[in-house]
């Protein structure tokens, strides 16, 4: 496949309470804890916009799923 088949994100690191102390509601889901961050963990904890969510997973259920989409 050619690069151009995947699609492209970005990634920041936030700390504990970024999303609270900036008021910004989640939709689904929860906030991370400091005991969840360990680099080595096979499974990556992520939380997305809702812009991806209506790309990648249309029916809007994204809890705990992958997407092997490519567009």
Do not use: C, K, M
């Amino acid at each position: 496949a050619d690069d151009n088949d995947y699609p492209t994100t970005n990634g920041n690191f936030v700390s504990t309470g970024y999303f609270e102390t900036h008021d910004i509601p989640l939709l689904q889901g929860r906030t991370f804890s400091e005991s969840e961050w360990r680099p080595s963990r096979s499974e990556t904890l992520v939380v997305v916009s809702q812009s991806f969510v209506e790309r990648y997973f249309p029916d809007g259920d994204v809890l705990g799923r992958r997407s092997d989409r490519r567009q």
